[in-house]
């Protein structure tokens, strides 16, 4: 199984925090987080390689906090801070050294009052 495994996400408030977690199968050289809402296409999120650098979308730096533990191979989104407008599907995508690219099945984060 090289589906990376997704959890975390939920119903938040506008203000709240939620943190997701992927784990991968295996060795990776990147890891990512995409969301996908209503009527719109997937978006990078924020991304990190193996050696810890970092890349976020401009919607999200400041609020939005990625992070990875190679020993266990998996990866977590730190979110604060969430608007109404972070609402959708967030897909959790790793690029395998020994199998390329794979994405996990989505976990749907929605924030409203």
Do not use: H
Not at 11 to 30: E, N
Not at 49 to 76: C, H, P, Q, W
């Amino acid at each position: 199984q090289v589906q990376p495994v997704e959890s975390g996400g939920g119903l938040v408030q506008p203000g709240g925090s939620l943190r997701l977690s992927c784990t991968a199968s295996g060795s990776v050289f990147i890891m990512g987080w995409y969301r996908q809402a209503p009527g719109k296409q997937r978006e990078l999120v924020a991304s990190i390689t193996s050696g810890g650098i970092t890349n976020y979308s401009d919607s999200v730096k400041g609020r939005f906090t990625i992070s990875a533990d190679n020993a266990k191979n998996t990866m977590y989104l730190q979110m604060n801070n969430l608007k109404p407008e972070d609402t959708a599907v967030y897909y959790c995508n790793v690029i395998y050294k020994a199998w390329g690219r794979s994405w996990g099945q989505g976990t749907q984060v929605t924030v409203s009052s």
